[in-house]
């Protein structure tokens, strides 16, 4: 907070020329008086400055004057000590919380207020990012962007090392990497992915460490860097055996994914049935972090079955159909739901069935639409490509592609660089 914006208020309000010192006189009255104090008893406590001696007790003549816009309190630190006396907000007299003689905050309180609604704030866009709301969760995370900006400018040192900052400072980076994948700004993305782990190896909290490791894992997974991958996430389940049981779910589920990216059958299952194993045994779904939602066995079979499509077989992603759409409509993962179609879409098409291929794809893209992310809908171009360069000249083909060519405004080009199996 500025310490010189409320006293140009207050001269504004006394009057061109008045003297603002002169308001703090009123504000000490006002405070004394509500204190039960007289003025003598004031005086007897009243801080003297270091240039005087220090200690306590001037007249109370000298209060008078005060009071009275006679004299000044020209040393700040003796007005910060009055306003400890009198319990006077500093901010009425124009001073920040942060008390630079002593490096300290004096008061956290309104600071901490700020922190709890960004907070609040943060755990609403991952709600809408988790229900598929992209658009609206993006128009939060750019008003808070913007309050996350002016609020670091402005806060002192000493609150910015409280744990509780520097964990919403975490999560705040988590989130706006997830956005960044969303809009495909993958090396943005990985960015607030790394400054998330620089602020989880500070305070040494293994959930927090788990997940960002297992961010940038996912991440490099992502784009095709198996080994990279593997060892993030590797790392990741580590951290996660002294973290929150729920948290082994999530990074197993990931790991299993990479596992099958670098065609080991084996630990993919291995990995994959541990977090549906733990996912069972737990008695709530709910992690313990900045979205505040659950990682269920949906999201667990929707990784097997996106790693079964990296091992080459479709027919093991087909056979979890059933299993997939029965626990989806137990709960409300509607993303997940969304990108299950794009598996089945590339299923059919490694099995030859075009017309199943083409009718899953379409429903993609719709949800990619609705979704309204640009990732999303990349790989919905990625297998129209696949599908014209294996079966260009079916009817059906030509169909989906002028259909998509329609939606998204006459694109002209379906761009197929990036991996299809990226949820």
């Known amino acids: 907070m500025s310490s010189r914006a409320p006293t140009l208020m207050w001269v504004q309000v006394i009057g061109e020329g008045a003297d603002p010192m002169y308001h703090y006189g009123i504000i000490i009255r006002e405070y004394r008086e509500r204190a039960g104090m007289t003025q003598a008893q004031l005086a007897a406590r009243w801080p003297k400055s270091e240039r005087f001696g220090g200690g306590e007790g001037v007249s109370w003549k000298y209060i008078q004057d005060i009071e009275h816009g006679r004299k000044r309190i020209d040393d700040q630190e003796t007005l910060r000590k009055v306003c400890s006396l009198l319990h006077i907000p500093l901010w009425r007299v124009g001073l920040s919380e942060y008390d630079p003689f002593t490096d300290t905050l004096t008061s956290s309180q309104c600071c901490m207020q700020v922190v709890d609604l960004m907070e609040l704030t943060l755990r609403q866009a991952w709600t809408m990012r988790k229900s598929s709301l992209l658009g609206p969760a993006r128009g939060v995370m750019t008003r808070l962007g913007t309050l ?56 040494q909290e293994p959930a927090l460490l788990a997940h960002a490791l297992m961010n940038i894992g996912v991440e490099y997974d992502r784009q095709g860097q198996t080994l990279q991958s593997i060892q993030y996430l590797e790392q990741a389940r580590d951290w996660s055996f002294e973290a929150p049981k729920a948290w082994r779910v999530l990074v197993h589920a990931y790991l299993s994914r990479a596992y099958a990216r670098s065609g080991d059958l084996r630990r993919f299952l291995q990995a994959n049935d541990m977090a549906l194993r733990w996912s069972h045994c737990l008695y709530s779904d709910y992690i313990d972090d900045p979205d505040g939602v659950y990682y269920s066995t ?42 299950m179609s794009l598996d089945w879409a590339q299923a059919y098409l490694l099995l030859g069935e075009v017309e199943a291929c083409v009718s899953e794809l379409r429903q993609f893209h719709r949800d990619a639409l609705r979704m309204g992310s640009a990732h999303a809908l990349q790989q919905a171009r990625s297998v129209l490509a696949s599908l014209e360069r294996n079966y260009g000249d079916a009817r059906v083909v030509k169909a989906l592609r002028e259909e998509l060519l329609e939606d998204a405004g006459g694109a002209s080009e379906m761009p197929s660089n990036c991996s299809s199996t990226s949820h």
């Not at 002016?150 to 000493?158: E, K, R, V």
Request: proline share 3%; glycine share 4%; aromatic share 10%.
């Open 148 to 203: 996350w900006a002016s609020f670091l400018a402005s806060t002192p040192p000493a609150l910015q090392k409280e744990v509780s900052f520097q964990r919403l400072q975490a999560n705040y980076h988590c989130l706006q990497g997830v956005l960044a994948v969303d809009a495909m700004q993958y090396h943005k993305a990985i960015t607030h992915y790394y400054d998330m782990y620089q602020i989880a190896q500070h305070l």
């Open 298 to 339: 949906g999201n667990i079979l929707a990784e097997r079955s996106a790693g079964y499509l990296l091992l080459d077989q479709p027919h093991s992603t087909l056979a979890l159909r059933k299993d997939v759409i029965t626990v989806l409509q137990q709960g409300q993962e509607s993303r997940v739901a969304a990108w």
